[in-house]
């Protein structure tokens, strides 16, 4: 089975993120780590069943918080978490269309290349000093202002990296990413959004560490000249007892 083919595989409502909120721990870490203010207008979009949105308002006493979200389903549900909270509100909108302006604080988990370069061309737009969250990996081709990995800060004006090896130096501080690298970023991945049940995690580590390594493999920004033997095995791994097969996604160097 190929990447994509185990990706279909699953029901949409995982794969599309409906079915997937961050636990409220995990969104006041962030949010602390954004320094969020209470003069702050905080959006998320794309913001699932409102959790962060509640947490915004009541706890950290912003102005505003607004969460946007496509479904209607998942939006009324947003509603219902967010009752009675006079200074939050849920729009039910395509996150590319709905009016951002205001923003100062923007929680951005997207990582589709259409719709990150759509947005970024929305966030150029946006007042000085507001400051967008994204989670994995900075906001498309910019260096990050704050790094607490895999948060990120990034803040208008946007600081755009001259290369995908300038943007690794600055968020790893190193020039390339071994297989190592590759397997301790998906391990920090995992702990620090605490949504891989124990039993999976294993599972998990050894699919995005994978696929972490190739991906830099075939930027050319991994630091092995060959595959390693660790990455055959793991791939091995997932191909003979998971049917999961990663081999078409590594390009052959010339």
């Known amino acids: 089975m190929k990447l994509d083919e185990f990706f279909s595989s699953l029901p949409q409502s995982i794969v599309t993120g409906e079915a997937v909120s961050l636990p409220e721990n995990v969104v006041r870490k962030i949010f602390k ?6 003069s702050d207008v905080f959006y998320h979009l794309g ?5 962060a949105v509640a947490i915004a308002a009541n706890e950290f006493g912003i102005t505003k918080s607004v969460g946007i979200e496509l479904n209607k389903a998942t939006a009324a549900k947003a509603r219902k978490q967010i009752a009675g909270i006079s200074n939050s509100e849920i729009v039910n909108a395509d996150i590319r269309k709905a009016d951002i302006s205001d923003a100062t604080v923007l929680l951005f988990w997207f990582n589709d290349p259409e719709m990150v370069d759509a947005m970024i061309k929305r966030f150029k737009k946006l007042r000085e000093g507001a400051r967008v969250i994204t989670i994995w990996a900075p906001l498309g081709m910019t260096l990050p202002d704050k790094i607490d990995f895999p948060f990120f800060v990034g803040k208008k004006p ?12 600055a968020i790893y501080h190193t020039d390339c990413i071994d297989f190592a690298a590759a397997w301790l970023l998906a391990e920090r991945y995992i702990d620090a959004l605490e949504v ?7 599972f998990v580590n050894m699919l995005q560490g ?3 390594w190739i991906n830099a493999w075939n930027m050319g920004v991994a630091c092995e000249n060959e595959i390693p033997p660790p990455v055959q095995t793991y791939v091995g791994i997932l191909k003979t007892f998971f049917s999961i097969d990663l081999t078409g996604m590594i390009i052959a160097r010339k």
């Open 33 to 38: 780590f954004a320094k969020l203010k209470k």
């Open 47 to 51: 913001c699932g069943q409102g959790n």
């Open 158 to 169: 946007f600081k755009r990296a001259r290369s995908i090896r300038q943007q690794i130096k």
């Open 196 to 202: 891989v049940p124990g039993e999976y995690r294993r």
């Open 210 to 212: 994978m696929v972490i």
